[in-house]
T-cell receptor
Framework: AQKITQTQPGMFVQEKEAVTLDCTYD???????LFWYKQPSSGEMIFLIY??????QNATEGRYSLNFQKARKSANLVISASQLGDSAMYFC???????????FGQGTRLTINP | DAGITQSPRYKITETGRQVTLMCHQT?????MFWYRQDLGHGLRLIYY???????DKGEVPDGYVVSRSKTENFPLTLESATRSQTSVYFC???????????????FGQGTRLTVV
């Protein structure tokens, strides 16, 4: 089975605060990749960050970091110093080494309040 | 222009009609995907393709047909459209390198389909 679960349908955060978006995954494969995408109100899908199952360090890309806890099968996205432009839908996704198909979670709508 | 394009961007069709959504990518990526996006469900994988003439079912394939005769094109056909297929459809493409997992998928702009 290959499943991604995002349990937070919506989150509200004050500007400049850090925010953590939760993502848990389910797979019996040892080789997999985890991705986070942002979808602003305009609708396009924007790739944010990637974490490989064999990566020993947590991935970071600017204000984005991925808190990867392999034993707990979680891959939470952390956004530091949130900005109004961070308001969007955020999707967690997983790709298995074998099948290579890319499966997404239900998404979390993040709203940054001024 | 390089990229991945979907057409049409908007489509209204009647129940029972056949409709085809087009997807074209210029990178020659091996993998292509079709998703539908519905409120509360996120993006659900309909079909995907590893290469020309190789396709496989995703999570919600019923009522859809795909083909991939050329690497760059991956059309999605609704054989007999139903109201439950009203959705936003996204096509995506991704390269594949053996042993590498970090190739992200690039998405088209989406097609908003309404079945009345």
């Amino acid at each position: 089975a290959q499943k991604i679960t995002q349990t937070q349908p919506g989150m509200f955060v004050q500007e400049k605060e850090a925010v953590t978006l939760d993502c848990t995954y389910d797979t019996s494969d040892q080789s997999y990749g985890l991705f986070w995408y942002k979808q602003p109100s305009s609708g396009e899908m924007i790739f944010l960050i990637y974490q490989g199952s064999y990566d020993e360090q947590n991935a970071t890309e600017g204000r984005y970091s991925l808190n990867f806890q392999k034993a707990r099968k979680s891959a939470n996205l952390v956004i530091s110093a949130s900005q109004l432009g961070d308001s969007a839908m955020y999707f967690c996704a997983m790709r298995l080494g074998r099948a290579q198909k890319l499966v997404f979670g239900q998404g979390t709508r993040l709203t940054i309040n001024p | 222009d390089a990229g991945i394009t979907q057409s049409p961007r908007y489509k209204i069709t009647e129940t029972g009609r056949q409709v085809t959504l087009m997807c074209h990518q210029t990178w020659s990526h091996s993998y292509m995907f079709w998703y539908r996006q519905d409120l509360g469900h996120g993006l659900r994988l309909i079909y995907y393709s590893a290469a020309a003439d190789i396709t496989d079912k995703g999570e919600v394939p019923d009522g859809y047909v795909v083909s991939r005769s050329k690497t760059e094109n991956f059309p999605l056909t609704l054989e007999s459209a139903t109201r439950s297929q009203t959705s936003v459809y996204f096509c995506a493409s991704s390269e594949f390198f053996m042993g590498q997992m970090n190739t992200e998928a690039f998405f088209g702009q989406g097609t908003r389909l309404t079945v009345v």
